[in-house]
């Protein structure tokens, strides 16, 4: 689809497909699937941020989720430094699992109440051989802990003593425990305040150039994408709709999708408010989409074609849309959504 | 039309009764008839215990403990038990940010707005199924004649959200208070009712009060803005004093944090420390043991409210004796 950057890249993703079956009756009988994820393909080149963007239900969480080998595959290559994560067997991915960390949206959630501080941080290095003794772990939880900015001496605490920002740094601590290379942000700071956050979106980028760190950034946030992501894949019921650099995207989203959700972000600058909601109705349910595009049912540019055949993606330039409207030189509808008002 | 003094809110700390810790401490506001004032903060900062003080509906062992709430002239916190209840949904109306915890999930929507529509009025089932038929127009609700018999779980977010705004308005209330009603939505759905929200406050010149800590929200919304940190206003001022030329520390601290405004390849500028939980506030200025700029005059004595222009307020040492440095974030 595109070269070059496909080589280099430490995780590329081909045509994967995560689907869930809805089973019904006494013998459990496939009846449906929820097409949470369709067919995506995406790079994360080596120490770049790649924001995966779109609205609840869109597939990103179970994409990121995918990725992982949390979840099971139906179709798609996972290539994570050359090698095809789907076609390993449980023991060959360990040394894989150790290399993709994640941290999630609720640091409460994903922190065990019961456990130290400690022990959650360094129980990723037992298992993965880090440290030979448990003094030399309990040095290098220090580090960590030293490295996001929180008190070593607080290690022999538990997660209730913590406030919510200061959770999420153990997490990215307990993510770095093991030496990834690749750490999934879902949702990473989405539950903070704003204060906290940009606390947070700083410690995420000073790792990002001391480690070399690449990320895959989940999250419904396009404030944060467009101040931290290198490139942005925008996702619609299941499908990347948009690809491309971050600063195209933003400029002039191509995808009839992309300029409704931009055009729905609130404005935060007191000089302009936005105008008329860009797209009415709602998302179509991902156990039945919409047949031909699926983004027709709202569409505010849709044609006869879009209702019965599926867009493919198609390369421009840098970026990669699925509408039929997108053409090289011009967008699907330039400007379509983008009223506004003056206070 | 609504004016809250000196209000105070508290609850009992670990030692009991002689011990209580305020949540919300003395706060002023002030909303006239039409306008929308949005009371901004992170969490914690005591906002949505501020709009259920006014409605009187602070959970126990929570109690308001001083100040006043006055609607139209007359003070809420005098009212009986039996009158309050006439006030809310009657009056005042309020949406809260999850519509599904405040909808019964058991009964149909159509009949949650008529009981609450008969609650306050005197009519027939069937007017007030009319009544309600109408709102689910008037809020954009598609096909509203068979959504009325639809549950709760059969609509979407976005849709309950509207159906929670149709039964808030079902009364004709002069004053919605709005707690984060856009914040469990997705931006596409977000945008169709902050529209909403903007349209029928002008068509039925309601005022709300919308709590949120969205600075975003509080610019597509907002007429005047009141920001809170822990308990306590900090400034207030209209739309464009606040966010355009905000003067106290922390007001700028929060804009200046915002992604969303920041030049991507610099870093943020983020506010040191975490918002300290009630019971721990500090002395004198609550904000000081975060604040860049503060002298030891801060740590000491609580600063007053002070006029820096024309109905735009700071609560600021700084502010008050002309060294902070300046509007501009």
């Given at each position: 689809m595109n070269s070059g950057s496909r080589d280099s890249a430490l995780l590329s993703v081909e045509g994967l497909r995560t689907w869930f079956p809805i089973r019904q009756g006494l013998f459990r009988?496939?009846?449906?699937?929820?097409?949470?994820?369709?067919d995506i393909d995406l790079d994360v080149p080596a120490g770049t941020t790649v924001a995966l963007v779109g609205e609840s239900g869109c597939g990103k969480t179970t994409a990121g989720r995918s990725i992982l080998r949390l979840e099971q595959v139906q179709a798609g290559r996972i290539v994570f430094d050359g090698v095809d994560l789907c076609a390993l067997s449980p023991a060959e991915l360990l040394p894989y699992r150790r290399q993709m960390q994640i941290v999630f949206q609720d640091p409460m959630a994903s922190l065990n109440p019961r456990m130290r501080i400690r022990d959650t941080i360094a129980e990723g290095m037992r298992s993965f051989g880090i440290g030979a003794t448990n003094a030399e772990r309990t040095q290098r939880v220090a580090h960590l802990l030293e490295r996001v900015q929180?008190?070593?001496?607080?290690?022999?605490?538990?997660?209730?003593?913590?406030s919510g920002g200061q959770r999420q740094r153990i997490c990215i601590a307990r993510a770095l425990a093991v030496d990834p290379r690749l750490i999934v942000c879902d949702e990473a700071v989405s539950a903070l305040d704003v204060s906290i956050q940009a606390q947070i979106l700083n410690l995420l980028a000073d790792l990002q150039d001391e480690l070399g760190l690449a990320y895959l950034f989940i999250t419904h946030d396009l404030g944060v994408v467009r101040y931290l992501a290198d490139r942005v894949a925008v996702m619609y019921l299941g499908q990347i709709v948009e690809s491309g650099p971050t600063e195209q995207i933003f400029s002039s989203p191509q995808h009839p999708y992309t300029q409704a959700l931009l055009a729905a972000v609130p404005s935060a600058d007191p000089g302009r408010r936005s105008g008329a909601p860009p797209v009415s109705g709602d998302v179509p349910s991902p156990s039945s989409p919409p047949p031909g595009c699926r983004f027709h049912t709202r569409c505010p540019h849709v044609t006869e074609r879009c209702r019965r055949e599926m867009p493919q993606p198609v390369s421009l330039d840098d970026r990669v849309i699925r509408c039929f409207l997108a053409s090289p030189g011009g967008g699907a509808a330039e400007g379509a959504g983008q009223g506004g008002e003056n206070p | 039309m609504l004016e809250v003094a000196g209000l105070t809110t508290s609850f009992p700390g670990e030692s009991g009764e002689a011990a209580r810790i305020p949540v919300v401490d003395g706060s002023d506001l002030e909303i006239a008839g039409g306008e929308v004032l949005a009371l901004v903060g992170e969490s914690g900062c005591g906002k949505s215990m501020t709009a259920l003080s006014i409605m009187r509906l602070v959970p126990k062992p929570g109690r308001i403990v001083s100040g006043s709430v006055r609607l139209e002239g007359r003070d809420?916190?005098?009212?009986s038990v039996s009158a309050m209840r006439q006030v809310r949904g009657g009056e005042i109306s309020m949406i809260f940010q999850e519509p599904m915890t405040s909808?019964?999930?058991?009964?149909r929507v159509g009949d949650q707005v008529v009981e609450a529509i008969r609650l306050h009025e005197p009519v027939s089932r069937s007017a007030a199924l009319e009544r309600c038929l109408e709102l689910f127009v008037q809020v954009g609700i598609p096909d509203p004649q068979a959504r009325?018999?639809?549950?709760?779980?059969?609509?979407?977010g976005g849709l309950k959200q509207r159906v929670m705004i149709a039964m808030a308005l079902s009364t004709r209330p002069s004053i919605l208070i709005a707690d984060e009603p856009t914040t469990a939505l997705d931006v596409t759905i977000q945008a169709q009712i902050i529209r909403l929200l903007r349209d029928l406050q002008r068509e039925l010149g309601m005022s709300i009060l919308l709590i949120t800590h969205d600075l975003a929200i509080v610019n597509e919304m907002a007429d005047r803005v009141a920001v809170m940190y822990a308990g306590r206003i900090v400034e207030s001022g209209s739309r464009l004093d606040v966010l355009a030329r905000p003067r106290h520390p922390y007001t700028q601290g929060l804009l200046r944090s915002m992604p969303a405004l920041a030049p991507p390849d610099e870093r943020l500028p983020e506010i040191p420390g975490v918002v300290p939980p009630p019971g721990q506030w500090p002395d004198g200025c609550r904000f000081a043991t975060r604040?860049?700029?503060?002298?030891?005059e801060c740590r000491r004595c609580v600063p007053e409210m002070v006029a820096v222009a024309d109905g735009h307020l700071a609560g600021c040492h700084l502010v008050e004796t002309g060294q902070e440095p300046g509007g501009e974030a």
């Open positions: 009988r496939t009846v449906g699937w929820v097409q949470a994820v369709t929180l008190d070593p001496m607080q290690m022999w605490r538990y997660p209730h003593e913590f | 809420l916190l005098e009212f909808l019964n999930p058991v009964t009325l018999r639809a549950f709760p779980h059969e609509l979407s604040c860049s700029i503060q002298v030891e």
